[in-house]
């Protein structure tokens, strides 16, 4: 069956600092594989994406993902952390059948020490 | 205004009240979705819905029911609630019908915080 791990429940990092968010799939063939961020109080926000062709995508607020089919990954990646970074995300891949069904991993919640 | 709305914000309920969560959208697009987040288990899919006379149950569906009034409202009920169902729903919709549009972002609502007593 189809699933999204992430490993870490809750990272803190220091502003200014570098990030990764961990996030593993399970899926069998070239998934179709997204990065979503959840602010307090608000609902989810598309990051990123990524569908085919180059492994290393950009998305909005810095953040970049990439792609590696050998490791079952896609990680989420900012150079530099900001204290409005501070939200839960999610990996999500797309479910089998082309429906846009999306299966969610656990969330990661970031927290940004000033 | 926001494109996707969610009524109400906030629920407290008794077991074995019926509790509708309301979604409307004014983006136009024909697919809806309504998930529950719980700590530690993220988003799961209820109910999806492509257009008004096509509804889909989604991985957890049971003591749910739905219904699409219009393209733009797609209403969520817990018949009968029970503790369990304390959680955090949202609305999604997007646009893509097609192909690879169907990986087309989602648009989600601001959730529902719903607690069962």
């Known amino acids: 069956a189809q699933s999204v791990t992430q490993p870490d429940i809750h990272i803190t990092v220091s502003e200014g600092a570098s990030l990764e968010l961990r996030c593993n799939y399970s899926y069998g063939a070239t998934p179709y594989l997204f990065w979503y961020v959840q602010s307090p109080g608000q609902g989810l926000q598309l990051l990123l994406k990524?569908?085919?062709?180059?492994?290393l995508v950009q998305g909005i607020k810095g953040f970049e993902a990439e792609f590696k089919r050998s490791q079952s990954s896609f990680n989420l990646r900012k150079p530099s952390v900001h204290w409005s970074d501070a939200a839960e995300y999610f990996c999500?891949?797309?479910?089998?059948?082309?429906?846009?069904?999306?299966?969610f991993g656990q969330g990661t919640t970031l927290q940004v020490k000033p | 205004d926001a494109d996707v709305t969610q009524t109400p914000r906030n629920r407290i309920t008794k077991t074995g009240k019926r509790i509708m969560l309301e979604c409307s959208q004014t983006k136009g697009h024909d697919r809806m979705y309504w998930y529950r987040q719980d700590p530690g288990l993220g988003l799961r899919l209820i109910y999806y819905s492509f257009d008004v006379k096509d509804i889909n149950k989604g991985e957890i569906s049971d003591g749910y029911s739905v219904s699409r009034q219009a393209q733009a409202k797609f209403s969520l009920s817990l018949e009968s609630a029970i503790p369990n169902q304390t959680a955090l729903y949202f609305c999604?919709?997007?646009?893509?019908?097609?192909?690879?549009?169907?990986?087309?972002?989602?648009?989600f609502g601001p959730g529902t915080r719903l607690t069962v007593l």
């Open positions: 999604a919709t997007h646009a893509g019908t097609s192909g690879s549009l169907v990986w087309n972002e989602q648009f």
């Open positions: 999500a891949v797309g479910a089998r059948g082309n429906t846009g069904k999306l299966i």
């Open positions: 990524y569908f085919s062709g180059d492994t």
